[in-house]
């Protein structure tokens, strides 16, 4: 079962087998290094291999890397096999072709040129800035390339440009422009990335893709074209305080932080594209311009129908090149036959009509044939399609199917049915002007709109206190003997001076010591009959009476008591005295409570 | 009923005095010489008569589905289409101006664009149907209803179930609300592409071309830059376009 699934699975692993040997950069000073790298793609069982002598280099080997990747839905596997390169001496070397055996074939990489130069000679010339970039010249640059040298004004060109990138770290990558004047460029395609050897050197490859259509003949300059990106390159930190621990960091793992980005603008080289003009020979009437290899079908249904119903004829144009300006030929004044206006729609290099036609009278036996033309530019010849006609048949309506005649004008009959689908119209303007408003104005922006909102807003929560008040003076028995209270001590005051009016002076002191007893039960939630001069400390305490009060309270309840019970001898100003005490007491009390 | 007599007499005085103030007067004889124009088939006597009501500061449903007519059958199908959508935010259930704004979304080949926002499709046909106002003034009544049901229901005449009643009201409230918010966020920095035009990366001529924009695409305006807009279209992209071919609402 195993052996059935690997060998299903085989043909799915299989891929090209490819060798490629690539260096990290073909010049090098004396005392640098560079490395090799031989690349073997696909392949199963690869041999082992040695290095061919080099003249002027000696090589160590790194080590083997294995790569897996799954691109646009394709497996492919490589494994690379990396050497370190010594210079040796100064000069010219090459190093030779490298034979690998992969799968029991043998491959051969190409031979690859290394320059050697004296570290003294080269240090002044790559100090200077144009040496920079002459250097940074060869790891990354732009290469425009129309598909085509030799075209016709408005035929499709694809152009690629491609940016090559070696050894650099290249960020925010733009889209390359270039001067669109005398044509007409399409949108950038997704851009491909891959790999490429170019002089044994390996550069990632960005492939950006669009098309353009040149608006007039002659010469046509393309390009030159840039691109903005930004170039990652590391600083030299001087102030950093690992100072030796740096090299342990210098890692590109963690040297990330060291990164600094500088913005970079790379040119192309210019390349030119001869456009030339639609010959005027052979051009058929009906070419409104479609330049490229196209197909042309043309449908018509259904084919069997009564009078009055709608035939749709569906008519597409497809294939490669550009059909911008070309037109679909729709039917016009057919005999007998009613035409519609046509609906077209394009996508990409596809057009296609849709046109409804309604056959008036039963005799009509087809429609008859269309065609389109196009300028194939491999050939360099008009080409003429012809499609049709196309055979229908056409039944009488029953009787009682038929049309009422509304009335008759000669040489022409019109029926309900055709008056309801005639042409499209907007409905006429208004006669009046109706609510004029000032631009830009609404109630909700105005200040007495929120000047009634915020008021009926406070009403509202006056309201929700006041229910809430009254609903808990009923519900609530503390509650409202606490808000009752003060209302009941001056009750008890007013019979009090009642009581010393008429001289009744114990009368005074029985009915001040219940309405104070009674004002502190309500207020601070204890039954009447505790409250006595010993436990007043305990009950009130906890509440926010300073200690002033509460002395003089006790004091008051002593001497009330001794005048209700003891039989002292009293008068009428120390009675006045203590109704005002008590008056005071309350006072204090009810402010403190609030 | 002598009461009655005088806030009759009151309100008559408060809604006619837009018909007796000159300003009014005069947009209502611009009006009328628009609607001459526009008759004897001089659409751009009348597209000018109907600007200038608006250039006085006045505006009106009628008047822009009038201009938005005129613009119509004066081929600028663009125009047309910008102040019949002006119209709706003061007649949005007026039948004419639905019918000819389909018209028109029909003859520009426009589509049926779709907000991605799962909100704005909810709430679009919510949006559509009321105008800012009348939406602020349910508001406004359904906020007060709610305010005062609640005092009625806790402590005139308690009911029980009194909470599923509020919930109710301020779930209708809250529908509301959301349209009313979507609606003005929605019209904020709202303008429309009159000129079918090509939304580029860089506020530059020589700019790459980014996407196209089809005439009566309606976009948000992000900020202006030297006579180029930014611009935002419904799907979420970005892009500059030249000032003359965009036109706030």
């Known amino acids: 079962m195993i052996g059935l699934v690997l060998t299903l699975a085989c043909p799915l692993w299989a891929q090209d087998v490819s060798v490629v040997a690539d260096v990290s950069q073909n010049q090098v000073d004396l005392g640098g290094t560079l490395q090799l790298t031989v690349t073997v793609n696909g392949g199963k069982d690869i041999a082992t291999f040695d290095l061919p002598k080099m003249d002027g280099l000696d090589a160590r080997f790194l080590g083997p890397s294995t790569r897996i990747s799954i691109m646009n839905g394709q497996y492919s596997s490589s494994k690379a096999y990396i050497y370190n390169l010594l210079p040796l001496k100064v000069g010219k070397f090459q190093i030779p072709s490298i034979t690998v055996s992969v799968d029991g074939k043998e491959y051969q990489t190409q031979a690859i040129d290394i320059e050697v130069v004296n570290s003294g000679t080269a240090s002044p010339d790559q100090s200077t800035a144009s040496g920079q970039e002459a250097s940074l010249k060869d790891k990354i640059f732009m290469v425009l390339k129309p598909s085509k040298t030799e075209v016709y004004v408005n035929e499709p060109v694809p152009v690629k440009i491609l940016l090559y990138v070696s050894n650099l770290s290249v960020r925010d990558v733009h889209y390359p422009e270039f001067d669109k004047s005398n044509m007409s460029v399409e949108e950038y395609k997704q851009p491909k990335q891959y790999n490429q050897v170019v002089n044994g050197v390996r550069y990632d490859v960005v492939e950006f893709e669009t098309t353009i259509y040149p608006a007039k003949s002659g010469e046509l300059k393309l390009g030159p074209a840039s691109l903005e990106c930004s170039l990652l390159y590391r600083t030299q930190n001087a102030n950093s305080p690992f100072g030796q621990m740096e090299s342990f960091f210098d890692d590109s793992f963690f040297s990330g932080f060291n990164y600094s980005k500088r913005p970079l603008t790379i040119q192309s080289l210019e390349a030119s594209v001869n456009v030339l003009d639609l010959p005027e020979a052979n051009r058929p009437s009906d070419f409104s311009g479609a330049i490229g290899d196209f197909k042309f079908e043309v449908s018509a249904d259904p084919k069997e129908i009564k009078v009055g119903d709608p035939i749709t004829v569906k008519m597409r144009v497809s294939g490669e090149g550009n059909l911008k300006t070309a037109e679909l030929p729709a039917y016009k004044n057919l005999n007998h036959l009613k035409t519609y206006d046509p609906q077209v729609k394009e996508d990409g290099a596809t057009k296609t009509l849709e046109q409804v036609l309604i056959p008036q009278i039963e005799s009509v036996k087809e429609i008859p044939s269309v065609q389109f033309s196009y300028f194939d530019p491999a050939t360099k010849d008009y080409k003429t399609i012809k499609q049709g006609p196309f055979p229908i048949t056409v039944n009488a309506l029953p009787k009682e199917e038929q049309p009422r005649v509304v009335r008759t004008i000669p040489n022409e009959e019109r029926t309900v049915g055709a008056l309801e689908t005639l042409g499209r119209d907007i409905v006429y303007i208004k006669p009046e002007i109706g609510v004029l408003h000032k631009r830009g104005d609404a109630f909700y922006l105005r200040t007495w709109y929120w000047v009634f909102v915020f008021l009926f807003f406070g009403l509202w929560i006056s309201a929700l206190f006041y229910f809430e008040h009254n609903n808990r003076l009923l519900r609530d028995a503390y509650y409202a003997r606490r808000m009752l209270a003060h209302k009941e001590a001056k009750r008890g005051l007013s019979l009090a001076r009642k009581a010393l009016e008429v001289n009744n002076l114990q009368g005074v002191y029985d009915d001040l010591f219940k309405t104070l007893q009674r004002y502190l039960a309500d207020k601070y939630k204890v039954s009447q009959g505790e409250i006595t001069k010993n436990s007043l400390k305990a009950h009130l305490g906890q509440s926010y009476l300073d200690p002033q009060t509460i002395s003089r309270l006790e004091s008051f309840l002593e001497e009330a008591e001794q005048a209700r019970y003891a039989s002292l001898s009293l008068t009428k100003d120390q009675a006045r005295k203590s109704i005002e005490t008590v008056e005071v007491l309350i006072g204090v009390m009810e402010r403190s409570s609030k | ?249």
């Open chain 2, 1 to 249: 009923m002598r009461l009655i007599k005088i806030t009759i007499l009151v309100l008559l005085i408060f809604l006619t005095r837009a018909w007796a103030d000159p300003a009014s007067q005069q947009a209502v004889s611009k009006f009328v010489s628009a609607d001459y124009h526009y008759k004897q088939g001089q659409f751009g006597d009348a597209i000018k008569e109907y600007e200038g009501i608006l250039s006085m500061g006045l505006e009106s449903g009628p008047l822009y589905y009038n201009l938005g007519s005129a613009y119509y059958k004066n081929g600028d199908l663009g125009k047309a289409l910008l102040n019949y959508k002006r119209a709706e935010g003061f007649i949005p259930r007026d039948s004419d101006l639905k019918f000819n704004k389909n018209l028109v979304i029909d003859q520009l080949a426009l589509g049926n664009i779709t907000s991605p926002n799962l909100l704005e499709r909810l709430f679009a046909k919510h949006e559509e149907f009321y105008t800012k106002d009348e939406m602020a003034f349910i508001l406004t009544v359904l906020g007060g209803v709610i305010l005062l049901m609640y005092l009625f229901l806790t402590f005139i005449k308690p009911v029980k179930s009194r909470w599923i009643f509020m919930i109710i009201l301020l779930f209708v409230f809250f529908i509301y609300l959301i349209g009313f918010i979507l609606k003005v966020d929605n019209e904020t920095n709202r303008a429309m592409v009159i000129n079918t035009t090509a939304a580029n990366y860089e506020p530059l001529e020589k700019s790459t071309a980014y996407y196209q924009l089809k005439e009566g695409e309606e976009v948000k305006l992000l900020r202006e830059d030297n006579g180029w807009f930014k611009i935002k279209r419904y799907d979420g992209k970005l892009g500059w376009v030249p000032k003359q071919n965009i036109e706030l609402f």
